[in-house]
């Protein structure tokens, strides 16, 4: 019974965050750029938007989506590490949240990187990504990443940027502070000292980062407070 509850949750927590449609055939569409937006490191441009150095002017989506969402004084920050690694080795990239202990109940969030990384994947068929859970996430419900392989959005074709993404859910709001998960990036064997990746969010309108009661208040917080990483050949 908890195995099928699991899988049921797990299911509606991707088909809410859109990630079932990322491994789907990809419909022509001339609106592509009102959905989307990526976001790499940088300084912040304000506390409207996220810390990062856009690669698309879809960032403005989520100051659209959001206008009319009061603003908080407080709430979850995400950010992702800045590591290192030599040529050909694995590059450990954590993404983690603070400012939400005990109140988050639900994610889906993409991540982009240089496509001259490799994503660690479990298999070749279904691009399961592999991870290491943190501590914000000990006692979820389920949890589900994929390295996006298929049918890419235009924009990170442009950009030349591949992303994975992930989603998890709790029973309760017992989303923690701290790593949320921890992925796994290859160098390329002839990646030259002191080359630095940047590795980023990607906005679709379909991620959240919620709270039990959806306060959207909560979630355009969590999207305005994102901090990229590095990977740093040494």
């Known amino acids: 019974m908890k195995h099928k509850f699991t899988a049921a949750v797990m299911a509606a927590a991707m088909a809410a965050a859109g990630l079932t449609g990322c491994m789907e055939k990809k419909q022509p569409s001339s609106s592509n750029k009102s959905t989307e937006t990526a976001v790499t490191t940088s300084a912040a441009e304000n506390n409207s938007t996220p810390k990062g150095e856009f690669i698309s002017e879809s960032m403005e989506l ?3 989506k959001y206008a009319d969402v009061p603003d908080l004084e407080s709430g979850p920050e995400l950010k992702i ?7 050909g080795e694995i590059a450990k990239v954590t993404v983690s949240v603070t400012g939400a202990k ?6 889906g969030i993409h991540v982009t990187y240089p496509e001259e990384l490799e994503c660690q994947v479990e298999d070749e068929v279904e691009y399961n990504a592999k991870y290491e859970m943190g501590k914000a996430i000990a006692g979820n419900s389920g949890f589900v990443a994929m390295d996006w392989r298929k049918n890419l959005d235009d924009e990170l074709v442009s950009a030349h940027r591949q992303s994975f993404f992930f989603t998890t859910m709790f029973t309760e709001p017992h989303g923690g502070d701290g790593d949320i998960a921890t992925f796994f990036l290859k160098v390329p064997d002839d990646a030259q000292p002191g080359t630095v990746y940047n590795i980023g969010f990607y906005y679709k309108d379909s991620d959240m980062f919620r709270d039990l009661e959806g306060d959207l208040a909560f979630e355009k917080y969590a999207f305005t407070h994102m901090t990229g990483g590095t990977i740093t050949v040494r």
Request: charged share 30%; net charge positive; with cysteine.
């Open 62 to 64: 989520i100051k659209l």
């Open 102 to 107: 005990d109140k988050w109940g639900m994610c």
């Open 81 to 87: 590490s800045d590591t290192s690694a030599k040529p």
